[in-house]
């Protein structure tokens, strides 16, 4: 089948859905950037509901081009998914990957099959006899050569969630980087997979201050930090959120806890450690909480900010 009459398709059956009709969606509804933990967690998800498998693959929106990916009854078999950092790809058979960044408004939302017609806004529909996925606002859906996902992953840095993660790159950069470690850590090049929130609860555990010089850091520190972020992280996986504070496993479900709860500085007033005021403040254009008290300017810090 080409990618125009499957286009067609969508849109003969493209009729708007109620809300209600929409379930199950793989990550809590919010404004941040889905951080790894989410897109590990959906590449876990979706191979364990279609990998292996003949999937339909369509675009009901008309904007993803199918190429060469399925066969004349539009089907593909789909080897694998993969999550690298905040990337996912589904690797089919034929070496084709549909290459998927949710960016801050995508989001899947997973359905018995078989589904409901789809959304007008649904930009990819992966149909499987029990299961159907649908991708609806990412920032990039498009289909790569395994040359084109190398192209991807070779920009990235280690993502401390994957396996084969080879986290010597991201110490040696480090250790040779003047560039403030909050800005370092959310630079996917170096690392990836870390976003806003995880940045700012691991410097916070660490009594780390954000504009400290990444050099400035001690090297076992440095290696604690890879340690938390790769608990935190696979943590984050397991309860498909994220939850950086001690000492709630008791109190309640974990998936009860409350957002607020959930961090210890991040989107909060006051820090939980110390319960004095969060700071924040812009650093390379992203907004970073700390709490002044646990993470006090180092003399680099003091420096990097012209404060000495
Ligand atoms: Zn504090």
């Known amino acids: 089948m080409q990618p125009g009459s499957l286009a067609r398709h969508g849109t003969r059956c493209g009729r708007i859905l109620p809300s209600t009709a929409v379930s199950g969606a793989l990550q809590s509804a919010g404004s941040t950037m889905p951080e790894g933990h989410t897109i590990h967690r959906a590449a876990r998800d979706h191979q364990r509901d279609l990998g292996g498998r003949l999937v339909r693959v369509s675009s009901p929106q008309g904007r993803f081009a199918l190429d ?43 359905r018995k099959s078989p589904p409901p017609p789809p959304r007008e806004t649904t930009r990819m529909r992966l149909e499987g006899d029990a299961v159907t996925i649908d991708l609806i606002g990412p920032t990039a859906c498009d289909v790569l050569t395994p040359k084109g996902m190398r192209a991807i992953t070779s920009r990235l840095g280690p993502d401390p969630l ?11 950069h480090v250790a040779r980087s003047r560039t403030p470690i909050g800005a370092v850590l959310l630079d996917q090049s170096v690392i990836c997979g870390i976003g806003n929130v995880y940045r700012a609860e691991v410097l916070h555990l660490l009594g780390i201050h954000p504009e400290t010089p990444a050099s400035a850091i001690p090297e076992a520190k440095v290696q604690s ?28 479900p974990r998936e009860r806890v409350p957002r607020a709860e959930a961090t210890n500085v991040y989107g909060r007033r006051s820090c939980r450690t110390c319960e004095g005021d969060v700071s924040t403040q812009t650093l390379r254009a992203r907004v970073v909480y700390f709490c002044p008290s646990c993470q006090p300017r180092s003399v680099e810090a003091q420096q990097f900010a012209g404060l000495v």
């Open 225 to 252: 930090l890879w340690r938390l972020a790769v608990g935190l992280l696979r943590r984050g996986v397991e309860e498909k959120r994220i939850v950086t504070t001690r000492g709630l496993e008791l109190a309640k």
């Open 68 to 110: 060469d990916l399925v066969d004349e009854s539009g089907r593909a078999r789909l080897l694998r998914v993969e999550a690298y950092g905040k990337h996912l790809f589904f690797v089919f058979e034929r070496r084709r990957i549909v290459h998927v960044h949710l960016g801050l408004f995508g989001r899947f939302y997973r």
């Open 162 to 172: 994957r396996a084969d993660a080879d986290s010597a790159p991201f110490f040696d």
